[in-house]
T-cell receptor
Framework: AQSVTQLDSQVPVFEEAPVELRCNYS??????LFWYVQYPNQGLQLLLK??????LVKGINGFEAEFNKSQTSFHLRKPSVHISDTAEYFC???????????FGKGTRLHILP | ETGVTQSPTHLIKTRGQQVTLRCSSQ?????VSWYQQALGQGPQFIFQ???????GRGNFPPRFSGLQFPNYSSELNVNALELDDSALYLC?????????????FGQGTRLTVV
């Protein structure tokens, strides 16, 4: 069965500092990987996705993620965060044969002034 | 903003009652999925509808049921509401198989059961 583990429930970081949000997944087959962002009182917005090809994926708002098959990880990074990046970030996985998306529990990103 | 709209945005119901939530999918999208997001948790898959047929179900009891209409809009019905059903309910639409298109999420319906 698929599962997603987000290793940090909260990550505080100073404005303009770099950030990494960690995600590990488990699946017995090839997977598609996603990062979604949820701003307060809103739905989910796709930041980026890995379907195949290059393991470094670039998304919106300056975020990028690297797929590491051997470590079953898909960590999200941004070189310099802004106060507007304050939100909940969800890592998610979907198997080839199945359209349902399995989400992690989320990481709350706190930007400190 | 996506083209997925959900109604109502907020709802308060009493334990034991029934509720219907609605979702209009993005134009041209024929697949709708429903997710439950409890406070402090990630969304959990409830079920998916593809061309008016249920196409996969998560670990939710039968009192959670759904419909998809010919225009691909969808309803989520929950009978015999329990306090633990309080959550944000999210609808997502895709054009066919997820591998080719991303899922677009609506803003959600916040259900409170008292």
């Amino acid at each position: 069965a698929q599962s997603v583990t987000q290793l940090d429930s909260q990550v505080p970081v100073f404005e303009e500092a770099p950030v990494e949000l960690r995600c590990n997944y488990s699946s017995s087959v090839s997977v598609y990987l996603f990062w979604y962002v949820q701003y307060p009182n809103q739905g989910l917005q796709l930041l980026l996705k890995y379907l195949s090809g290059s393991t470094l994926v670039k998304g919106i708002n300056g975020f990028e993620a690297e797929f590491n098959k051997s470590q079953t990880s898909f960590h999200l990074r941004k070189p310099s965060v802004h106060i507007s990046d304050t939100a909940e970030y969800f890592c998610a996985v979907s198997e080839n044969r199945d359209d349902k998306i399995i989400f992690g529990k989320g990481t709350r990103l706190h930007i400190l002034p | 903003e996506t083209g997925v709209t959900q109604s109502p945005t907020h709802l308060i119901k009493t334990r034991g009652q029934q509720v219907t939530l609605r979702c209009s999918s993005q134009s041209g999208h024929n697949t709708v999925s429903w997710y439950q997001q409890a406070l402090g948790q990630g969304p959990q898959f409830i079920f998916q509808y593809y061309r008016e047929e249920e196409n996969g179900r998560g670990n939710f009891p039968p009192r959670f049921s759904g419909l998809q209409f010919p225009n691909y809009s969808s309803e989520l019905n929950v009978n015999a509401l329990e306090l633990d059903d309080s959550a944000l309910y999210l609808c997502a639409s895709t054009l066919g198989r997820l591998r080719n298109t991303e899922a677009f999420f609506g803003q959600g319906t916040r259900l409170t059961v008292v």
